[in-house]
């Protein structure tokens, strides 16, 4: 698992980053209409993947969109437990974007096989 940075003095910015092996740009923006983060995701070449993604917690911001995308899962955590999406200043606090690189996930399994392995 890695902390990507989210920079809370700003309410718009991006960068490139390597996420399994390949360059991604992320664009994150604030809106202070809804009280929310968007991200918007590019391929090396800056073509769209996936635009206005609400940063929400607890869910894979990319798993409904289709075709080219980071291998893995890229998600909004909590370390305080605090059951809120985030807010413009909450990343410096309790919140955290993370990404667990398809490696990670694939050594898991799925929580139905454990469920049978269980019993």
Partial sequence: MRILPIFTSS???EYVIDLDGADWVLRFRWSSRFDTWYLDVFDADEQPVALGV???LGVDLLATYPGEKPAGMLAVITLDKTPTD??????????RLVYFEAA???AVPPPSLRIYDAV
């Fill in 54 to 56: 609400r940063l929400v």
């Fill in 104 to 106: 990670d996930i694939e």
């Fill in 86 to 95: 985030p807010g413009f200043g909450s990343f410096d606090r309790g919140h």
């Fill in 11 to 13: 309410t718009f910015f």
